[in-house]
T-cell receptor, first 114, second 114 residues
Framework: DQQVKQNSPSLSVQEGRISILNCDYT??????FLWYKKYPAEGPTFLIS?????DKNEDGRFTVFLNKSAKHLSLHIVPSQPGDSAVYFC?????????????FGKGTKLSVIP | DGGITQSPKYLFRKEGQNVTLSCEQN?????MYWYRQDPGQGLRLIYY???????QKGDIAEGYSVSREKKESFPLTVTSAQKNPTAFYLC?????????????FGPGTRLLVL
């Protein structure tokens, strides 16, 4: 039973345009969410996080939006650059019990076309 | 220059053989983790350690063992009992295992079975 779902395996975007990566979750106990970026044969790199007490967090070109009622979050990258081409993983944490546990989605492969 | 190192980058295992993957961090983090990634899948937690001399099983611990004798080191042994060991193994650490702590990842080790 997948608790974190990234329903789009891949996404292609023109350079300079906005990239929107989506993530849905089913566990209402999740209260902290993270996005990681991963290049092939490398470890994931932390990008940005958001706590459930917020609905938006921004860091440079990256913004994460959280809609708790819909159990949905999204990562916006503006403007998209060719170096953003990678696999993006959404991860969620239940801060109550078992706070060590990060639950990952299967990832979305972003391709930014020059 | 702080970070997480994993060695080797590639590792080959023969049938019936135990192999050990190294993970070292100089970030002074208390918590360390081992994940496994299979093609097209998210990361799944194998083992985690919140503090020296303590570790707990994750979702897929069968066929694996760990030790945490030093704060900076968390080696993972893939035993012969692990029937499908071919995967990309990722080590991570965080300041502690608190609900808002971000996990940072090493570069990974790819294990292949001969």
């Amino acid at each position: 039973d997948q608790q974190v779902k990234q329903n789009s395996p891949s996404l292609s975007v023109q350079e300079g345009r906005i990239s929107i990566l989506n993530c849905d979750y089913t566990n209402s106990m999740f209260d902290y969410f993270l996005w990681y970026k991963k290049y092939p044969a490398e470890g994931p790199t932390f990008l940005i996080s958001i706590s459930s007490i917020k609905d938006k967090n921004e860091d440079g070109r990256f913004t994460v939006f959280l809609n708790k009622s819909a159990k949905h979050l999204s990562l916006h990258i503006v403007p998209s650059q060719p170096g953003d081409s990678a696999v993006y993983f959404c991860a969620a944490k239940d801060g109550g019990a078992g706070s060590y546990q990060l639950t990952f989605g299967k990832g979305t492969k972003l391709s930014v076309i020059p | 220059d702080g970070g997480i190192t994993q060695s080797p980058k590639y590792l080959f295992r023969k049938e019936g053989q135990n192999v050990t993957l190294s993970c070292e961090q100089n970030l002074n983090h208390d918590a360390m983790y081992w994940y496994r990634q299979d093609p097209g899948q998210g990361l799944r937690l194998i083992y985690y350690s919140q503090i020296v001399n303590d570790f707990q099983k994750g979702d897929i611990a069968e066929g694996y063992s760990v030790s945490r004798e030093k704060k900076e080191s968390f080696p993972l042994t893939v035993t012969s009992a692990q029937k499908n060991p071919t995967a990309f193994y990722l080590c991570a650490s965080s300041i502690d295992s608190g609900p808002r702590e971000t996990q940072y990842f090493g570069p990974g080790t790819r294990l292949l079975v001969l």
